[in-house]
């Protein structure tokens, strides 16, 4: 069965930054594509930032290009999300996915096969 545990969610003041984390088990992370979405109150969820298996390929969404990161250690089956210059748009539920296509990099939800249960982040102006 495979999990993944996000962590590093908190409340941060506008122009601040914060670092997700997402721990991986149970599965053979170094195959799979990662993905970040978000999903603020009365919204869809959206996505965020996709990286490629090894992680040589990465997309973003043009909201956060230039202020979010993402980056992965496969020795520790994590994933990354560094997210600077937040603001309050930004405030939203974060959750990390995993598909098991790991080449191929997806901007839409169903095409993860697992999920986290979510952190939250809330930008405070």
């Known amino acids: 069965q495979v999990q993944l545990v996000e962590s590093g969610g908190g409340t941060v003041q506008a122009g601040g930054s914060l670092r997700l984390s997402c721990g991986v088990s149970?599965?053979?992370?170094?195959?799979?594509?990662m993905g970040w979405f978000r999903q603020a109150p009365e919204k869809e969820r959206e996505f965020v930032t996709a990286i490629s298996w090894g992680g040589a390929a990465t997309r973003y969404a043009d909201s956060v290009k230039g202020r979010f990161t993402i980056s992965r250690d496969n020795a520790k089956n994590t994933v990354y999300l560094q997210m600077n210059s937040l603001n309050t748009v930004d405030t939203a539920v974060y959750y990390c996915?995993?598909?098991?296509?790991?080449?191929?990099?997806?901007?839409?939800?169903?095409?993860?096969?697992?999920w986290g249960q979510g952190t939250q982040v809330t930008v405070s102006s």
């Open positions: 149970g599965g053979t992370f170094t195959t799979y594509a």
């Open positions: 996915a995993a598909a098991q296509n790991g080449a191929i990099l997806r901007e839409t939800a169903d095409r993860y096969d697992y």
